[in-house]
């Protein structure tokens, strides 16, 4: 009898023992798998990869860089950011213009980030984040033409080079009587100019400036004022679900400093109204 009692004490503490053992040794495999950098990738995006429309020909927001061939700018660093703070996969693709605002309105492409001006002609279908960037437009002439055309009151009857698709193309037909030429690619306006073939170029601002200060050795100038607000914003198929969620990471990064610091890596300079 007693034992008996010693061996069911036996044979209850050796259950307990190994049932402690196999549910300490299961919880420690389940840490150790959640915590693996798989796990955490899963939990980070929803594996799918999102396709980010962009141009490559638009200093300093998305170009080729002339060494590494990369493509680089404000833009991209900005869309590698918020895809990070949103936590999705993103795949970039290049091709010109004109082509990112259709694609996006025919849902063709998932995002389209290119310097892309907000109109109320484009959110009939395209569906915009938060402003990310004001620029204007200007025009810039050569020397030669800096006595004639001091701004844009005097384009009247010049022909004005501007690109395609553009929001300073539909400026020059709505609001002048010059003569829009419009190029598929931004540097062919800007040789012409340089070549006397036209008389001026609209354009945006920064874009103007990058090119005149960088390419054009100063032989392009920009005159007059800064004309129309252009707020530039991150483009949807309409409806999409993503303009939410990258929306929120636009805010979230604009007010953690992340926007701040690529805003004065391409710029030269943190944004107006903000401290380092
Ligand atoms: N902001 C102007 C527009 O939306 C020009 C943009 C050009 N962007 C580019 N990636 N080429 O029409």
Redesign the pocket.
């Known amino acids: 009898m007693y034992r008996k009692l010693l061996l069911t004490l036996f044979l209850s503490l050796l259950i307990g023992v190994l049932a402690a053992c196999g549910g300490s040794s299961e919880s420690d495999a389940g840490e150790t798998e959640s915590a693996t950098d798989d796990g955490a990738e899963a939990e980070k995006t929803d594996g799918k990869v999102y396709t980010v429309a962009?141009?490559n020909?638009?200093v300093p927001?998305?170009y080729l860089d002339e060494e590494s061939g990369d493509l680089v700018g404000f833009?991209i660093d900005l869309i590698t950011a918020l895809a990070e703070e949103a936590g999705i996969e993103i795949e970039i693709e290049t091709l010109?213009?004109a082509g990112?605002?259709a694609g996006l309105g025919s849902g063709k492409f998932d995002i389209g980030i290119?310097?892309?001006?907000i109109?109320e002609e484009?959110k009939e279908n395209i569906d915009f984040t938060q402003p990310y960037y004001e620029?204007g437009?200007i025009l810039a002439v050569t020397e030669e033409n800096a006595d004639e055309i001091q701004s844009i009151d005097d384009v009247d009857g010049k022909v004005v080079a501007t690109?395609q698709?553009?929001?300073?193309?539909?400026y020059l037909e709505e609001n002048t009587e010059a003569t829009p030429e419009a190029f598929p690619?931004?540097v062919e306006a800007y040789q012409n100019v340089l070549a006397g073939r036209a008389d001026a170029v609209l354009?945006?601002l920064p874009?103007v400036q990058y090119y005149s200060e960088k390419e054009a050795g100063g032989k392009l100038k920009t005159v007059g004022e800064k004309l129309t607000g252009?707020d530039?914003g991150i483009g949807f198929p309409k409806g999409s679900e993503l303009r939410d969620k990258i929306d929120d990471a636009l805010t979230t990064i604009k007010e953690n400093g992340t926007y701040d610091d690529i805003y004065e890596k391409w710029f030269g300079e943190r944004p107006e109204g903000t401290e380092k």
Do not use: C, K, P, W
């Not at 698709?165 to 539909?170: I, P, R, V, Y």
């Open positions: 962009t141009d020909a638009y927001f998305e833009d010109e213009f990112i605002v290119a310097g892309m001006t109109t484009r620029a437009l690109r698709g553009s929001t300073s193309q539909e690619e931004i354009y945006d874009n252009e530039y």
